[in-house]
T-cell receptor, first 114, second 116 residues
Framework: DVKVTQSSRYLVKRTGEKVFLECVQD?????MFWYRQDPGLGLRLIYF???????EKGDIPEGYSVSREKKERFSLILESASTNQTSMYLC?????????????FGQGTRLTVV | AQSVTQPDIHITVSEGASLELRCNYS??????LFWYVQSPGQGLQLLLK??????LVQGIKGFEAEFKRSQSSFNLRKPSVHWSDAAEYFC??????????????FGKGTHLIIQP
């Protein structure tokens, strides 16, 4: 089975801290994604990556950055955490684009910024 | 840009009754459509997907969905729900440009409540 693992289920951070959310996938997928999930808003794409060291902005990249130094690992970075970044963060991976490609999700990280 | 509308925020169904969750999409090309389910505190699990071919798609846990191009819809159905089906359901459309990474565009979700 495809496994996408997010390093933390729950995190509590202080305003202004630099926060790292880590994601690892074990299926040699080319594509990796970070989504943010908020009640009533569904999932919104923050950033995605289609190769090592490559990244593309999604719909809501402001206040975030990402890093992909190895194919299996995709990190989301909150440069200076703010309370409006309190949310559930979901990482996903998928094979290279084409028919039949679906995204596989991690279990999510619930981040609270106080 | 593509978009997905799930018009029902909450749906309450009695256990054993049939279920239909609505999904409408807007997309300029042939869509790739998905239904995901999310149990409380968990990630998303794929229920089913449509890429081409038969417009009635079977998925896991007894779910099915029908793609209707004329109505831009991809509604999810189940003939008889179980209490364990209580969850959040997301419809999504994928954009495939033939190269590079592509993200899914999700609807806002439908929260399914099962009454005993």
């Amino acid at each position: 089975d495809v496994k996408v693992t997010q390093s933390s289920r729950y995190l509590v951070k202080r305003t202004g801290e630099k926060v790292f959310l880590e994601c690892v996938q074990d299926m040699d997928h080319e594509n990796m994604f970070w989504y943010r999930q908020d009640p009533g808003l569904g999932l919104r794409l923050i950033y995605f990556s289609y190769d090592v060291k490559m990244k593309e902005k999604g719909d809501i990249p402001e206040g975030y950055s990402v890093s992909r130094e190895k194919k299996e690992r995709f990190s989301l970075i909150l440069e200076s955490a703010s309370t409006n970044q309190t949310s559930m963060y979901l990482c996903a991976s998928s094979p290279i684009s084409g028919e039949g490609t679906e995204a596989f999700f991690g279990q999510g990280t619930r981040l609270t910024v106080v | 840009a593509q978009s997905v509308t799930q018009p029902d925020i909450h749906i309450t169904v009695s256990e054993g009754a049939s279920l239909e969750l609505r999904c409408n999409y807007s997309y300029g090309a042939t869509p790739y459509l998905f239904w995901y389910v999310q149990s409380p505190g968990q990630g998303l699990q794929l229920l089913l997907k449509y890429f081409s071919g038969d417009t009635l798609v079977q998925g896991i846990k007894g779910f099915e969905a029908e793609f209707k191009r004329s109505q831009s819809s991809f509604n999810l159905r189940k003939p008889s729900v179980h209490w364990s089906d209580a969850a959040e359901y997301f419809c999504a459309v994928g954009m495939y440009s033939g190269g590079g990474a592509d993200g899914l565009t999700f609807g806002k979700g439908t929260h399914l409540i099962i009454q005993p």
